[in-house]
């Protein structure tokens, strides 16, 4: 009988990935969780990759969330650098 396989870095990162996307909004620390979700995914796919869990999918699925978390959150901070140097002042007129 073989041992149960291990899925929880694929759920995690997946998990991870999903929350990244929606957090970009607030701030844009959608990042923080989506680097996690990156690295999670990575390990989870190497370990479906190796036969020790079975869910491939899912790992694969948050490495691509994570990333978008990631672009996304670097998005926002760009556009609220921008628009902290921006001198709002001369739009009130």
């Given amino acids: 009988m073989g041992q149960a396989p291990n899925n929880a870095l694929g759920i995690t990162s997946l998990v991870l990935g999903i929350v990244s ?3 970009c909004l607030c701030w844009g ?3 923080l969780a989506g680097i996690p ?3 999670l ?3 989870g796919r190497q370990r479906a990759d190796r036969g020790e869990a079975t ?3 899912m790992a ?3 490495i691509v969330t994570g990333i978008v978390g ?3 959150g670097v998005l926002a901070w760009i556009l609220l650098a921008i628009g902290a140097s921006i001198d709002w002042g001369e739009f009130r007129d």
């Fill in 70 to 72: 990631v672009v996304l």
């Fill in 60 to 62: 694969v699925a948050g």
């Fill in 29 to 31: 620390i959608g990042a």
């Fill in 55 to 57: 869910n491939r999918g």
């Fill in 21 to 23: 996307i929606p957090l």
């Fill in 37 to 39: 979700a990156i690295i």
């Fill in 41 to 43: 995914g990575y390990l």
